[in-house]
């Protein structure tokens, strides 16, 4: 497997601009997360999915973030409108519900100027 | 509501230490335990998962313990060489998902 798969790697974009994050996690994986990453707050954990149903969202910042599965194999993060505080590293992690191991993707690293 | 710390926040050592990295988290009814090593610019690389029913993993180098009833696990790194420069994350599963503590970020040098 080619491990958890996100796009774009990096992202340049203006303030109010929407932006969207993908993310494909390994197959077979029922549990699929994604994070947030600066220096000030660290790595801190967005929403998370079950069998693709959203089972805590309490980490999204604001209304302006929001994240969907449609399907076992796909995921993504919008936010809009974007503000330049939203600039940071955005991960996707996948696991298996029960056995605990998550494995990340590379980021996508967005800069909102 | 679940807290993760990291001791030290930062390391430098000569290569060929023998390191212990400790981390801490508030409560106690966790699933498993989880190490991960992030290089600068790079995602997170899984290193070792601890299992509550488990007391410790070992993958080469590196030895990880678990204490759940005292909130502690410590990872250790035996003859540390320059390549195991990066940061170093933990992270506790007590429902389904994965709370990190702030690191640890080590820097080995010749």
């Known amino acids: 497997d080619a491990g958890v798969i996100q796009s774009p790697r990096h992202e340049v974009t203006e303030m109010g601009q929407e932006v969207t994050l993908r993310c494909k996690p390994i197959?077979?994986?029922?549990?699929l997360f994604w994070y947030r990453q600066t220096m000030m707050r660290g790595l801190e954990l967005l929403i998370y999915?079950?069998?693709?149903?959203?089972?805590?969202d309490s980490g999204m910042p604001e209304d302006r973030f929001s994240a969907k599965m449609p399907n076992a194999s796909f995921s993504t993060l919008k936010i809009q409108p974007s503000e330049p505080r939203d600039s940071a590293v955005y991960f996707c992690?996948?696991?298996?519900?029960?056995?605990?191991?998550?494995?990340f993707g590379q980021g996508t690293r967005l800069t909102v100027v | 509501k679940q807290e993760v710390t990291q001791i030290p926040a930062a390391l430098s050592v000569p290569e060929g230490e023998n390191l212990v990295l400790n981390c801490s988290f508030t409560?106690?009814?966790?699933?498993?335990l989880q190490w991960f090593r992030q290089d600068p610019g790079k995602g997170l690389t899984s290193l070792l998962l601890?299992?509550?029913?488990?007391r410790e993993q070992t993958s080469g180098r590196l030895n990880a313990s678990l204490d759940k009833s005292s909130g502690r696990s410590t990872l250790y790194i035996a003859a540390s060489q320059p390549g195991d420069s990066a940061t170093y994350l933990c992270?506790?599963?007590?429902?389904?998902?994965?709370?990190f503590g702030t690191g640890t970020r080590l820097q080995v040098f010749p």
């Open positions: 601890i299992q509550s029913s488990q």
């Open positions: 197959s077979g994986h029922n549990s």
């Open positions: 999915f079950n069998n693709n149903v959203p089972i805590d």
């Open positions: 409560d106690s009814a966790i699933y498993n």
């Open positions: 992690a996948s696991s298996l519900v029960g056995q605990g191991e998550a494995f």
């Open positions: 992270a506790v599963d007590n429902t389904d998902k994965l709370i």
